[in-house]
């Protein structure tokens, strides 16, 4: 989860805390997901009961994540709404919040972390003046980077997320190309996407905040300024491509390259080309090694217990094992950490031989590297989709294995 988000809920779950509304209530969390997880965490460490997690995914009902119950959202009707409350950490707020509402369901629901400004549904003065001043704010964002790349054409990547900016930089070429633009300004949400967008050679990349990007959409948007375009499939930002999904499976990159750049299927994606070497390289065992990555923002975790027999079997196999792991993430028991620029990962897996990680953007990232790569699903389905995670995300030349 995102450093900021992170941030946000806990600074929610205070003012909730504070107010006494949780207190002597039933808990319950809806949408099992990495930011839910990260919640349950919390509410554990500070010795809070979560009676269970509420999610529509049959696949994951009768199952558990931290040891609470993942259960059918109808079993709230049975709290009662004066004995209970919701918290929300996931992106779907709005239609969770809807379904309860829709099912009977009168106790409080909170928003644990808000992730589109858009979505303000009132009309009151007081949200009107704030939704001018978070389009004027952006306004003068937009304004800014065009001054700053006169005659560019501005592609805003909305979300930290580094398989989507990869897919992004592999079909831009052939999207400007049929666009007839000759350049352009690529706009990332934190450093990472913008290093990842720098292994394609991006002559121009700029580097914003979640809320200066949520901004700075928004005032895109609201202007219909002509020359700066929002690669991504979800709203509000093309057609509501996802919806496709629910009669269709689509990979992801082919949503990526016929859905939201409407180039032709079969359009040769670019691959990145300017990585770096790791300064520390030479100390791991050439193909003696094992690089794990167990950490992922936007995907729902995988038990350190897995990862921890993992690292048991490569020890036998005679392996030195490596976590990758940046800022306050840990290594895994056993292991040692390492902290590669995203431009030095290929460079540190081809000298250890072997990858295992969980399917995140990194393994984009890493998609040609010369190496033994395994890609680890959690169990969950894509969104609200019936198709699982191994259905969009699935790579090829990979040994990819639901967990």
């Given at each position: 989860?995102?450093?900021?988000?992170?941030?946000?809920?806990?600074?929610?779950?205070?003012?909730?805390?504070?107010?006494?509304?949780?207190?002597?209530?039933?808990?319950?969390?809806?949408?099992h997901c990495s930011a839910t997880?990260?919640?349950?965490?919390?509410?554990?460490?500070?010795?809070?009961?979560?009676?269970?997690?509420?999610?529509?995914?049959?696949?994951?009902?009768?199952?558990?994540?931290?040891?609470?119950?993942?259960?059918?959202?109808?079993?709230?009707?049975?709290?009662?709404?004066?004995?209970?409350?919701?918290?929300?950490?996931?992106?779907?707020?709005?239609?969770?919040?809807?379904?309860?509402?829709?099912?009977?369901?009168?106790?409080?629901?909170?928003?644990?972390?808000?992730?589109?400004?858009?979505?303000?549904?009132?009309?009151?003065?007081?949200?009107?003046?704030?939704?001018?001043?978070?389009?004027?704010?952006?306004?003068?964002?937009?304004?800014?980077?065009?001054?700053?790349?006169?005659?560019?054409?501005?592609?805003?990547?909305?979300?930290?997320?580094?398989?989507?900016?990869?897919?992004?930089?592999?079909?831009?070429?052939?999207?400007?190309?049929?666009?007839?633009?000759?350049?352009?300004?690529?706009?990332?949400?934190?450093?990472?996407c913008a290093q990842v967008a720098?292994?394609?050679?991006?002559?121009?990349?700029?580097?914003?905040?979640?809320?200066?990007?949520?901004?700075?959409?928004?005032?895109?948007?609201?202007?219909?300024?002509?020359?700066?375009?929002?690669?991504?499939?979800?709203?509000?930002?093309?057609?509501?491509?996802?919806?496709?999904?629910?009669?269709?499976?689509?990979?992801?990159?082919?949503?990526?390259?016929?859905?939201?750049?409407?180039?032709?299927?079969?359009?040769?994606?670019?691959?990145?080309?300017?990585?770096?070497?790791?300064?520390?390289?030479?100390?791991?065992?050439?193909?003696?090694?094992?690089?794990?990555?167990?950490?992922?923002?936007?995907?729902?975790?995988?038990?350190?217990?897995?990862?921890?027999?993992?690292?048991?079997?490569?020890?036998?196999?005679?392996?030195?094992?490596?976590?990758?792991?940046?800022?306050?993430?840990?290594?895994?028991?056993?292991?040692?950490?390492?902290?590669?620029?995203?431009?030095?990962?290929?460079?540190?897996?081809?000298?250890?031989?072997?990858?295992?990680?969980?399917?995140?953007?990194?393994?984009?990232?890493?998609?040609?590297?010369?190496a033994r790569k395994i890609a680890?699903?959690?169990?969950?389905?894509?969104?609200?989709?019936?198709?699982?995670?191994?259905?969009?995300?699935?790579?090829?030349?990979?040994?990819?294995?639901?967990?």
């Amino acid at each position: 989860m995102e450093a900021a988000r992170y941030s946000e809920m806990i600074n929610n779950l205070d003012n909730l805390w504070i107010s006494g509304a949780i207190a002597g209530k039933t808990l319950y969390l809806f949408g099992h997901c990495s930011a839910t997880e990260a919640l349950a965490d919390v509410l554990l460490d500070r010795g809070t009961v979560v009676a269970a997690i509420l999610d529509n995914n049959p696949s994951k009902q009768g199952r558990s994540c931290r040891g609470i119950r993942i259960t059918t959202p109808y079993e709230i009707l049975a709290a009662g709404g004066n004995a209970s409350v919701v918290c929300i950490a996931a992106r779907a707020y709005a239609s969770m919040a809807e379904q309860l509402r829709e099912l009977g369901y009168d106790g409080p629901i909170y928003k644990m972390v808000e992730y589109n400004s858009f979505a303000e549904y009132s009309l009151s003065d007081e949200t009107l003046i704030r939704m001018k001043e978070r389009v004027e704010r952006g306004r003068e964002t937009l304004e800014a980077l065009k001054q700053s790349h006169p005659g560019r054409f501005r592609l805003l990547c909305p979300f930290s997320a580094l398989g989507d900016v990869y897919y992004v930089m592999s079909y831009l070429p052939s999207f400007l190309e049929k666009r007839g633009i000759r350049d352009c300004v690529i706009g990332v949400v934190g450093r990472a996407c913008a290093q990842v967008a720098g292994l394609f050679g991006a002559p121009a990349v700029e580097s914003f905040s979640q809320q200066q990007m949520d901004e700075t959409i928004q005032a895109a948007l609201y202007t219909q300024d002509p020359d700066t375009f929002i690669p991504h499939q979800d709203r509000p930002y093309v057609v509501n491509l996802h919806k496709a999904l629910y009669s269709k499976k689509i990979p992801l990159e082919e949503i990526y390259c016929c859905g939201v750049f409407a180039l032709p299927p079969g359009t040769a994606p670019v691959k990145p080309s300017c990585f770096r070497e790791y300064a520390g390289v030479d100390e791991i065992p050439a193909g003696k090694a094992v690089i794990l990555s167990p950490y992922a923002k936007s995907v729902a975790g995988i038990s350190i217990s897995v990862w921890e027999s993992i690292v048991e079997r490569c020890k036998e196999k005679g392996l030195r094992c490596y976590t990758n792991a940046v800022e306050d993430e840990r290594p895994i028991p056993g292991t040692e950490g390492i902290g590669p620029m995203i431009g030095e990962m290929q460079s540190v897996v081809e000298r250890a031989g072997l990858f295992i990680g969980i399917r995140s953007g990194l393994c984009d990232v890493l998609y040609s590297a010369d190496a033994r790569k395994i890609a680890l699903y959690p169990d969950y389905n894509y969104c609200d989709t019936r198709w699982n995670a191994m259905d969009m995300y699935s790579l090829n030349g990979w040994e990819n294995i639901q967990v």
